[in-house]
């Protein structure tokens, strides 16, 4: 069986073509834990920032060798999972937070924002950004523009990763107005996408995690908004045929 991460390395090589500079490879940060996580959590994000590129480029140089098999670190999902092992910064902390809490409904932000809970909750995720190339600001209109061109690849990526919450990091709208994915917009707050094969994946709108607002707002907004798509997933299956 193939596994998610050698179906998006040949994913890559059709997107990239034979110019892969600046490309940022993303994906599924540990395959193991997120082959076998309670829920298969995506975080879908606008574009890299420049210094996170360069974060990457830095540990490709000093030549970090991945733990198992003695290839050296490639992708964001490399440099998250062997060289941070965990979250870093003020874009990766809050996802850890937000992950951990869609996995333990029942927990309290001050619970959910523990750094090792953060770390190990994260390290069950798949994150990506739907622009490759990364920017020192991101411009919405070229976000649009790269996101109308790259939409087949962008929508099978997703597609690869399977996941079964997709929180859209200020993607939302990109998403839907783009027809990446046509996901039914339930709600302002969250829209379900039903698979060929017949399964459902929940699309919550959150803000950048990076946003100016206070992180336990957002971790309530997070976890009210998939508690709604539950509850509207439930009454659609009682409904009578």
Same mark, same amino acid.
């Given at each position: 069986m193939v596994s998610i991460t050698n179906k998006l390395e040949e994913l890559f090589k059709k997107w990239t073509g034979n110019n /892969? +500079?600046?490309f940022t490879r993303d994906g599924? $940060?540990?395959e193991e834990k997120y082959e076998n996580a309670t829920k298969r $959590? !995506?975080? $879908? !994000?606008k574009e890299p920032s420049a210094p !996170?590129? =360069?974060s990457i480029e830095d540990a490709i140089k000093a030549k970090i060798i991945l733990q198992n098999d003695g290839r050296a670190i490639k992708t964001l999902c490399d440099l998250i999972r062997v060289?941070? +092992?965990g979250v870093r910064y003020r874009t990766f902390s809050p996802l850890g937070s937000w992950a951990y809490g869609l996995i333990n409904m029942d927990k309290t932000f001050e619970e959910a924002n523990k750094k090792e809970n953060k770390d190990e909750a994260f390290l069950n995720s798949a994150i990506m950004? !739907? =622009?490759k190339i990364p920017r020192k600001k991101c411009n919405y209109a070229k976000l649009c523009e790269y996101v109308s061109v790259n939409k087949g690849y $962008? =929508? /099978?990526e997703i597609e690869i990763i399977d996941p079964a919450i997709a929180v859209c990091c200020g993607t939302f709208d990109v998403l839907r107005e783009k027809e990446v994915i046509p996901f039914r917009k339930i709600s302002?707050?969250?829209g379900i996408y039903k698979t060929t094969e017949g399964k459902e994946i929940i699309f919550i709108k959150m803000c950048h995690p990076g946003a100016m607002r206070k992180g336990e707002d957002k971790y309530k907004e997070l976890i009210e908004n998939y508690k709604s798509a539950k509850a509207y997933q439930k009454e659609q299956d009682e409904v009578p045929v």
């Open positions: /892969e +500079k600046d599924v $940060i540990d $959590i !995506l975080f $879908i !994000l !996170l590129q =360069k060289a941070w +092992k950004n !739907l =622009k $962008i =929508k /099978e302002n707050s969250y």
